[in-house]
């Protein structure tokens, strides 16, 4: 059992930034594909960035490539997304995502979701 906990939502002008984390339970988490995902009001959730195991393979959805990066340490179990150049269409809830894999980064199949974290960016 994974459970994740996000950090770091909050309120943010356009063209700012922000830096969200998650952190992770349990002594597995180097074995888990981790990524971010996000739900805008009124709409369906969406992909973000992923993360494999080692950190070594990065993925984007093409609305934040050269915006957002997304980072692991694996000694604090914990995973961050660094989102500059906020739009107000960045807004929504960011969930993390956990997928055992050691050979992916898309997350087609996710394991553990965590409970969310608001980003709001005011234009």
């Known amino acids: 059992q994974v459970q994740l906990v996000e950090s770091g939502g909050g309120l943010v002008q356009a063209g700012g930034s922000l830096r969200l984390s998650c952190a992770a339970s349990?002594?597995?988490?180097?074995?888990?594909?981790m990524g971010w995902f996000r739900q805008a009001p009124g709409k369906e959730r969406e992909f973000v960035a992923a993360?494999?195991?080692?950190?070594?393979?990065?993925h984007y959805a093409d609305s934040v490539k050269g915006r957002f990066t997304i980072s692991r340490d694996n000694a604090k179990n914990t995973v961050y997304l660094q989102m500059n150049s906020l739009k107000p269409e960045d807004t929504g809830v960011y969930y993390c995502?956990?997928?055992?894999?050691?050979?992916?980064?898309?997350?087609?199949?996710?394991?553990?979701w965590g409970q969310g974290t608001q980003v709001t960016v005011s234009s």
């Open positions: 995502a956990a997928q055992r894999s050691l050979t992916s980064v898309v997350l087609t199949n996710v394991d553990y």
């Open positions: 349990g002594r597995t988490f180097s074995r888990y594909a």
């Open positions: 993360i494999n195991w080692s950190g070594g393979a990065t």
